[in-house]
Every structure is written in structure tokens, then in C-alpha cells.
């Protein structure tokens, strides 16, 4: 397998995330135009971080994204700009999502996210582990 490694001033990486989270209350209002509007979003918002999309898609009450970043973005700041600007967006658009919910909140406050890609955790357990094996 070919990775497309990307590289900086002093390191090279790939770092791909698969992150999902959840509507407040598991609420199933990401339908139709909902939906629509909220993958654009996180498209947009991730291009103007210079995070390209891999892959994103919505259920009725979560979203997944599958994205890259640089060892230079901070994961969790990340996460809350995504979280934060498409509620407001989405609450400005859809005032119908609003009154499905309670305190103003659309999203759970917790999130899922695990690196993907590379090799498998036991190849990469077994690398390090033979390391002082290779002198």
C-alpha cells in the first residue's frame, strides 16, 4: 500500500481522523435539506482550516467526517469550531431543528474520533516492540 505522506519544516506525517458525534438527545432531525446543508458546512469550515475531507456523512442523529490535519492543529479546538459553527448555522437556518430541542443546544457535548489508516495496531505493536532486535 502507497501512503500519501505529507510533510512540514520538520516532520513528515499522515494523520487521518474518523470523527463522529451526536444530536443532543439523540434527536433524529439531520433529514433532507438539514443534511445537506450541515455536510457543507463541515466541507467548507475544514477547507478554510486546510483540512481536506476524505469522507462525510450524516445519520437522522449523528454525522461522520473522515478528514486529514497537520501535527500543528489542535484536535480538540478543531472539533468545537466544527461543533459550534454548524449548530449556530443550522439554528439560523432551520429554526424548526430548534424548537426540537432544549437550551439552545444541537449537539451532544461529547465526541467520538481514532486515527485510521497506517498499518494495523499489532504490525505497529510488533515494530516497536522488535526494535532492539534490528541492531
Known sequence: ???ELESGGHSVYL???????CVKYRRKVIVDAVADSLKAHVTRLLKEANCPLVAVETDLDHIHVVFRTKPTHQLSKLVNSLKGVTARRLFQEFPEVKARLWRGHLWSPSYFVVTVGGAPLEVIKRYVQTQSERR
Not at 15 to 21: A, E, G, S
Open 1 to 3: 500500500m502507497k501512503y
Open 15 to 21: 494523520l487521518t481522523y474518523h470523527l463522529v458525534w
